[in-house]
C-alpha cells in the first residue's frame, strides 16, 4: 500500500511558477514509475507527465513539454512537478499516481489532488 500526499499548489499569474510536490509513504518509493495528471472543472482527468523508476525517462503531455519538468528524488520518497511559464488552461486539480510496472499503462494508487489556479 502507498500513501501519496500532493503539496505546492496556489494562485499564481499568468507567466509564473510553482513546483507541485508528491510524498509517498513506505520503502518501495523506488519501485514505483510516478506520474501527474490534471483535472480541470467540467473535463475529463487528463495526463501531464511521467517519470521511470530510476528518473532518468521522463515523458510529458504535447501541452506542457517545454514548460513542465518533472524530476524525483527517491532517498525522499518524493517526485516534484516544476511548472514555468504558466497559463489559464493550467488551471487545475492536479493529482500524483504511483504505477506499479514502471509503464505508464495503469496507476494502482493515487493522491487526494492538489488545487492550481492560474490567473490572466
Known amino acids: 500500500q502507498v500513501q501519496l500526499v500532493e503539496s505546492g499548489g496556489g494562485l499564481v499569474q499568468a507567466g509564473g511558477s510553482l513546483r507541485l510536490s508528491c510524498t509517498a509513504s513506505g520503502r518501495t518509493f523506488s519501485r514505483y514509475g510516478m506520474g501527474w495528471f490534471r483535472q480541470a472543472p467540467g473535463k475529463e482527468r487528463e495526463f501531464v507527465a511521467r517519470i521511470r523508476m530510476n528518473g532518468v525517462a521522463t515523458y510529458y503531455a504535447d501541452s506542457v513539454q517545454g514548460r513542465f519538468t518533472i524530476s524525483r528524488d527517491n532517498a525522499k520518497n518524493t517526485v516534484y512537478l516544476q511548472m514555468n511559464s504558466l497559463k489559464p488552461e493550467d488551471t487545475a486539480v492536479y493529482y500524483c499516481?504511483?504505477?506499479?510496472?514502471?509503464?505508464?499503462?495503469?496507476?494502482?494508487?493515487w493522491g487526494q489532488g492538489t488545487q492550481v489556479i492560474v490567473s490572466s
Open positions: 499516481a504511483a504505477d506499479a510496472d514502471g509503464t505508464g499503462a495503469k496507476y494502482d494508487y
